[in-house]
């Protein structure tokens, strides 16, 4: 079967494409690869980014059958369920913990000096931050991986946090200092898996694509998802979760902050495969009976 996979024009989202491609040709496919400008990557490297900015235009390709296959990173597809769509395949998912990176690759949090300036755009990374070191300086930095590289490299901040993944899949695991400790900084849901969409209605697509959805990528992305749609706030709420597999059973922890560090709860949960919307019930109901929705209501817009 040809394949039409359509992908944002980044340097990272290619290789993440790529990827995708290599398992369908293993498959048996013909791939194709279509690039679509989404409205994250028309913004300026100082323009805050919104929820689904990188999604939309993927997924208006899928709708106008301009492609068969959009590739995203997990974390970055909306919690709301679009019902013409499906997210077909969850390929098997790389690290999903965040990175410390600095011009001497800093090993831990203390090797930061007082009040030092920490590169990012992300209230979940920002409350982490400054719950453990409440000293430091915040600076809003927009833009992709190589973009911030660079603004580090020339001094505007001493530190910044990534995607462990994404610099791995960029070839730039060298720049990892410090892989923070999710009982520290929990990462975003789906952080470190890519997501493989479909049109609902195509099932030769999402039969093509079903020989590289790994399963225990999916009950792990697809519970940290359930954690944030139950505890609310949308996909740039200060939350993070992450769920993993020990032998058969399902672990996963969730954890939230305030932006500004005053307010920080960790909670586990373990169980069956099988009971994974019972643990994301519990995890999301023991952040909200700690005081979550103080911090994000329930009904809240995506937090800026």
């Known amino acids: 079967m040809r394949?039409?996979?359509g992908t944002r024009g980044s340097e990272l989202a290619r290789r993440q494409a790529g990827m995708v491609a290599e398992l369908a040709i293993v498959a048996g496919h013909e791939v194709e690869l279509v690039t679509v400008v989404t409205e994250g990557d028309l913004r300026t490297a100082d323009t805050p980014w919104g929820e689904g900015v990188f999604v939309g235009a993927l997924e208006a390709a899928l709708r106008r059958d301009e492609i068969d296959l959009a590739v995203h990173s997990a974390k970055d597809v909306p919690i709301e369920p679009e019902e013409d769509l499906t997210i077909a395949a969850y390929p098997l998912r790389e690290d999903a913990r965040d990175a410390l990176v600095t011009r001497d690759r800093a090993a831990t949090l203390d090797d930061l000096p007082n009040a030092a300036s920490v590169g990012t755009d992300s209230p979940r990374r920002s409350g982490f931050l400054r719950a453990v070191r409440p000293d430091l300086r915040i600076v809003p930095l927009?833009?992709?991986?190589?973009?911030?590289?660079?603004?580090?490299?020339?001094?505007?901040?001493?530190?910044?946090?990534?995607a462990v993944a994404g610099l791995q899949r960029l070839g730039r695991s060298d720049r990892i200092g410090l892989r923070f400790d999710p009982e520290i900084m929990a990462p975003a849901?789906?952080?470190?898996?890519?997501?493989?969409?479909?049109?609902?209605?195509?099932?030769?697509a999402r039969e093509a694509v079903s020989a590289f959805d790994d399963h225990s990528?999916?009950?792990?992305?697809?519970?940290?998802r359930a954690v944030l749609e139950i505890a609310g706030g949308g996909c740039r709420a200060p939350l993070g979760a992450l769920a993993w597999f020990e032998g058969t059973r399902l672990t996963a922890l969730a954890s939230a902050a305030a932006p500004d560090g005053s307010w920080?709860?960790?909670?586990?949960?373990?169980?069956?495969?099988?009971?994974a919307s019972v643990g994301a019930a519990h995890l999301a109901g023991a952040l909200i009976a700690?005081?979550?929705?103080?911090?994000v209501p329930a009904t809240s817009a995506p937090v800026a």
């Open 3 to 5: 394949l039409r996979l």
């Open 142 to 162: 927009h833009g992709n991986v190589d973009t911030r590289l660079r603004r580090l490299d020339a001094g505007e901040v001493d530190a910044l946090v990534l």
């Open 189 to 204: 849901p789906g952080q470190g898996a890519l997501a493989v969409q479909v049109r609902a209605a195509d099932g030769a």
């Open 217 to 224: 990528t999916r009950c792990a992305v697809e519970l940290e």
């Open 264 to 275: 920080r709860a960790v909670h586990r949960w373990e169980g069956a495969a099988e009971a």
């Open 290 to 295: 700690s005081g979550y929705r103080k911090v």
